[in-house]
């Protein structure tokens, strides 16, 4: 008898397993044997026509220390300098526009629906390369915004917004935050879960508006807000095709936005160099899962998710 | 009485600031299109949005493409790639989801929980060794490395997306079909599928958008212009600027653009429901 149910308990899980058969085939042949497939490659020097050459630790010695044989590659620290400036300004903007627009449109408007649809559109074409190849005429220095600003506005010799160097990064953030359309429609979903009662109570208890979004609005969302700051950083940090159109493939002007995904790119393909783009994603993924941490530790103390009624 | 006014003031201002501001935000997609029926000397002496003289010239000559490829070409690889994708996404990542989120087998939680992790995951870790791979089969300059791995459920997103979906039908179903003498199977296609339809539409919605837009992978794998993409034909003419191809590259980004249009206007409901449920990118 005991035999015969745990037959049955294996006949069971095997005909479970089955259903799993093609995600853990994917998950074996796509992810885990090329992760550390590139991970062996971190550690040599590959241009794909000579076999791998074991190198140690150098293709990260060069990348943050570097010495007379093998100088630092100022590019690589630069790029990094570059996404990080990307991610930590245009991140926390677009959530706060996100948040907003989301609570401006919290009321019992009858045009909700339609504003939502408006709202989302950005999103849903931002990227494409279309959107960019537009972006790259709109400020480029004959652009559309110049036409207006010196036709309109009558600007003088307003700047080449993205050939020069200290611009070319904000137009990349500007259409980054132009897309903010998913994270206000979940802001739009978690304030129509608060209770209408908490804001009434505290009006009753007489706080303004202002204390009422820091006591009630925010500890409310700010599961949310956590959640969607981490996959809002995660996929930033990642954003290849918007730098490469914009800056026709190079990074420029004078690798101002030298996305980090674009310089292992070329790393990798441009200039042949598998071993050292392959220690530049392993790189990537320790910054991404170091950031994840801090940040749910640090949610912690900042998030409240209820008392679980 | 007074309320009720100081109501009726403060929607009339909520109205008239999100319609100024929707207004500017939309300009740039309006901008493009009124440009592509400009015709290609006047699109940046005339910043207004209605052309002067409306021309349908730059679209004929977009069409044609640049060089002997036409658009017509980068249109149909395009839908050949994303139906593919979209088949096997809907089939392979609705199965998985059915075993994490119907059935009970040992060590669930943690095949689960590397799910989670997948989803995380930068793709640039893989990136490489899976060019190297495809490249030793001799899948370079075709088709097969964007639409293979769909194949494998390797979107965990869409995954996450339907296990949360199906998480929330009621298990009395998988039970009476069981006492009925349905197999596992049988539940998932007959009941289980069919219930899952607003997020499996979700699943067509966004895996269309992405593998339309999906930009770095075609550069990556597509090499001859024969197999190239729509964002890649676009490219062709970023790479090939004189002021003549403006005209023709604003018409054919519209052109690329409304598909897009299309399954989002047709579909609304589900964009906004997958996009609530999961809380993903976008």
Same mark, same amino acid.
């Given at each position: 008898m005991n035999r015969k149910a745990r037959k049955k308990a294996i006949r069971e899980n095997l005909s479970s397993y089955a259903f799993l058969v093609p995600w853990l085939l994917g998950f074996f042949i796509f992810t885990l044997y090329p992760m550390i497939y590139s991970l062996y490659l971190s550690f040599t020097d590959f241009n794909m026509l000579q076999p791998p050459k074991w190198i140690g630790l150098r293709n990260y010695f060069v990348m943050f220390v570097g010495n007379? !044989?093998? $100088?630092? @590659?100022e590019r690589f620290l630069n790029s990094l300098f570059v996404t990080f400036r990307f991610v930590f300004i245009s991140v926390p903007l677009k959530l706060v526009f996100a948040l907003a627009v989301a609570m401006l449109m919290n009321q019992r408007l009858r045009l909700i629906p339609f504003y939502r649809t408006l709202y989302y559109i950005p999103t849903l074409l931002g990227g494409s390369v279309a959107i960019a190849v537009l972006w790259r005429r709109l400020f480029a220095g004959d652009g559309v915004l110049n036409a207006i600003l010196s036709g309109?506005?009558?600007?003088?010799? $307003? $700047?080449?917004w993205i050939s020069n160097p200290k611009y070319a990064l904000y137009t990349l953030i500007l259409l980054s935050v132009w897309q903010f359309g998913s994270p206000m429609i979940i802001f739009l979903a978690g304030l129509k879960q608060i209770p209408q009662e908490y804001y009434e109570a505290a009006s009753v208890d007489g706080a303004g508006k202002t204390r009422q979004f820091f006591a009630i609005t925010l500890p409310s969302l700010s599961p949310i807000i956590f959640f969607n700051l981490i996959m809002q950083m995660i996929s930033a940090f990642q954003s290849f095709t918007q730098a490469y159109i914009v800056s026709g493939g !190079?990074?420029?002007?004078? @690798?101002?936005?030298?996305?980090y995904s674009l310089y292992l790119y070329l790393k990798g393909f441009a200039f042949s160099e598998m071993g050292y783009a392959s220690a530049m994603a392993w790189v990537l993924l320790v910054i991404i899962a170091a950031l994840t941490a801090l940040a749910f530790k640090g949610s912690g103390s900042l998030v409240s998710y209820g008392s679980g009624e | 009485m007074k309320n009720r006014t100081a109501r009726r003031i403060s929607a009339f201002l909520s109205n008239f600031i999100i319609i100024v501001l929707g207004v500017g935000m939309l300009y740039p997609v309006v901008w493009l299109i009124a440009a592509s029926f400009k015709e290609s000397n006047t699109i940046f002496s005339d910043p207004g949005l209605i052309p002067k003289s409306f021309t349908l010239q730059n679209y004929i000559q977009g069409w044609k493409g640049i060089g002997i490829i036409g658009f017509g070409t980068f249109f149909k690889n395009s839908f050949i790639i994303c139906t593919l994708c979209v088949i096997a996404n809907v089939i392979f990542c609705s199965l998985t989801a059915y075993a994490f989120a119907r059935l009970r087998f040992a060590g669930k939680n943690f095949w689960f929980a590397v799910m989670m992790v997948t989803l995380m995951l930068p793709s640039h870790v893989t990136t490489i060794p899976r060019y190297i791979i495809f490249r030793s089969f001799g899948?370079?300059?075709?088709?097969l490395p964007l639409v293979v791995p769909k194949f494998f459920a390797t979107d965990a997103f869409f995954i996450f997306l339907l296990v949360q979906f199906m998480r929330s039908l009621p298990k009395e179903l998988d039970e009476s079909a069981m006492i009925d003498g349905c197999g596992k199977f049988g539940i998932y296609t007959r009941i289980v599928m069919p219930l899952t339809t607003p997020a499996l539409i979700t699943t067509v919605l966004f895996t269309f958008l992405w593998t339309w837009d999906d930009f770095f992978n075609q550069l990556l794998y597509l090499n001859s212009p024969s197999k190239y993409t729509v964002p890649m034909g676009l490219r062709l003419f970023v790479d090939s600027s004189g002021m003549s191809s403006w005209g023709p590259m604003f018409a054919m980004s519209v052109l690329s653009l409304v598909p897009c249009f299309i399954l989002f206007f047709s579909l609304q409901k589900y964009f906004v429901q997958g996009i609530i449920t999961t809380g993903i990118k976008g």
């Open positions: 007379d !044989q093998f $100088p630092r @590659d309109v506005f009558n600007v003088n010799n $307003p $700047p080449a !190079q990074g420029g002007p004078l @690798d101002s936005t030298m996305f | 899948w370079i300059d075709t088709f």
